[in-house]
């Protein structure tokens, strides 16, 4: 609990943000300003621009004078999401690779992978860098547009155990070495793969669900 009731609201973005990454909030949950205020111990109007802030991020969701709700992905949803990840960052390695420079930040996030079994924000962490150091302010700013939803797309990935940390890191080695050798090909491919990949699996995860879910 976060005790000091004058504490950043961006504090309580980031702790609000995990609860949600790791499904301690449910997709569909309603994330009312009385409930983070006493979750977190903050008073209401922290806890408000707090919300507002993930509303902005694309972590929650808010209709019109009701409560922000924990977004709910279709499989069309994320299908139509990862696929348009795939464009977005294919080009971004791709440009990096022209320049044969990894960011520092990127770099970072990757060694962090391993650390621990909760991956997920150092994945994000890892893709958002890269992105970001490459010269188009524009397809940056496009890509940050999708990261909130490929963020909780990638916390269910996370706790449905669809795929390691090791797994993850492997992967995104490999990009790593064709950016560095200047492969732009390789480097658009192994991208591709690396998102389509995860796709697959939720997708699968989510028609696995949704056939249980019938069957009851």
Known sequence: ?????????????QKLRADIIAQRDAPGS??????????????????????????????????????????????????????????????????????????AEALAAHRAL?????????DI????????????????????LLMGEVELCIGQVQSAQLITAHEVAEQHQGILDAITAGDAATAERLTRDHILGARDRLLTHLDTDTDLDTDS
């Not at 609990?1 to 973005?13: F, G």
């Not at 391993?114 to 150092?122: C, K, L, N, S, V």
């Open 1 to 13: 609990m976060i005790e000091n009731a004058a504490v950043l609201p961006e504090t309580v973005a």
């Open 30 to 103: 309603a994330i009312t300003e009385s409930a983070v205020a006493l979750r977190f111990g903050v008073a209401r109007p922290t806890a408000r621009i707090a919300i507002d802030r993930l509303v902005a991020d694309g972590i929650l969701r808010r209709e019109a004078h009701r409560a922000a709700r924990v977004p709910e992905l279709s499989y069309d949803d994320v299908l139509d999401l990862f696929d348009t990840r795939s464009i977005v960052e294919t080009a971004a390695m791709a440009a990096l690779a022209e320049a044969g420079a990894i960011p």
């Open 114 to 122: 391993t650390a621990t079994d909760d991956f997920a924000h150092h």
């Open 125 to 144: 962490q890892s893709h958002r860098a890269l992105v970001a150091g490459q010269p188009s302010s524009r397809l940056t700013r496009l890509h940050e």
